[in-house]
Each structure stands twice: as C-alpha cells, then as structure tokens.
C-alpha cells in the first residue's frame, strides 16, 4: 500500500511539472503576442535605426518582450563583428547595444534583409515578428515568421539572391 501511495505520488508530481511547464510556455507565447498591441515601430523601421547606431548591414530582427516591454534586437555585421543592437518597438529609442563576437563572415547577399520582410509581408500580410539570414546547403535564406491578421504564424522562406519565396507555411514551433 505505501508503495502505490509512493508512486501515485510521483505519477501526480510529474503530471503538475508537466502541466505547469506548459502553461508557462503558453504564457510566454500569449505575452508575445500581447506585445503586438503595443508595438508602433515596424522591424523595417528598427533595422534602420540599428544601421543608423552602428554601421554595417542588418541580417536579422527579433521582437523581444523582456519584462513586458517589447523591443526590437537588431543584428548588425560591420566588417569581422557583430553588433546586437536594442530598439524600443514603441517609441524607437535605441536602448543599447552590444559586440557579441567577431567571426569570419559570408558575402553579403543581394537581397537585403529590410526587401526580405516586404516580400514575406506581401506574402501573409499581418505583422513580421522576425527575420534572420541564414545559409543552407550553400544557399544564403531569410526565414521571415509573420503572424497574420487572423493570428496564424507563418514561416516564410526567401531566397536571399533573387528575392523568390522558396516556402511559406503555418508554423505553430
């Protein structure tokens, strides 16, 4: 009989852990969300002001929700570093930056990250949440992820050398 009460026990704590975990993780994703209510600066308008902050070429953009507070993180690459660079998504004050890392960078593509967010927008319309240069197979992408008006999210995938959507899907990750 302890033994069962034992194991109901533990049964029952993993159960409430697990339960809590994803209530948490919902939590976290309704705040994001919520974010958007107050967000009045676009991510083309933050990776302008990034650019403007520190020189270089803007390859991704991020909608950040720290402490209730959104804000724009701005990747910036100028030369051999990169520079995250914090923009206020409500008033566009940049709130500050930082050199993460100096690395051995690609060429820059030919579509630049602000023409990327337009195509994706074009593509779903609503809000762009974020965008991020990355290479596969060789082949230089942004993978934009947009919520639309209808709040679905959306991933879509654009050819950073011609400006052609590769792929566009819900994407509930």
Do not use: C, W
Request: cysteine-free; charged content about 25%.
């Amino acid at each position: 009989m302890k033994i069962k009460n034992k194991i109901l026990a533990v049964v029952m704590s993993a159960a409430l852990l697990a339960l809590s975990g994803h209530a948490v993780a919902q939590k976290n994703g309704l705040s994001r969300i919520e974010a958007l209510a107050q967000v009045k600066v676009s991510p083309v308008q933050a990776l302008n002001i990034a650019q403007k902050q520190v020189k270089g070429k803007a390859t991704e953009v991020h909608l950040k929700n720290p402490y209730g507070n959104p804000a724009y993180e701005v990747e910036v690459r100028d030369g051999q570093q990169e520079h995250s660079v914090f923009v206020d998504a409500v008033n566009g004050k940049v709130l500050g930056s930082k050199t993460k890392h100096k690395m051995k960078l690609a060429g820059s593509p030919a579509v630049s990250l602000e023409r990327a967010i337009q195509i994706a927008h074009g593509k779903v319309g609503g809000q762009v949440l974020e965008a991020d240069l990355d290479y596969k197979a060789g082949r230089a992408l942004y993978e934009v992820e947009v919520l639309s008006a209808d709040r679905v999210p959306y991933k879509v995938i654009v050819d950073a050398e011609n400006g052609s959507v590769i792929d566009s899907y819900v994407d509930y990750d």
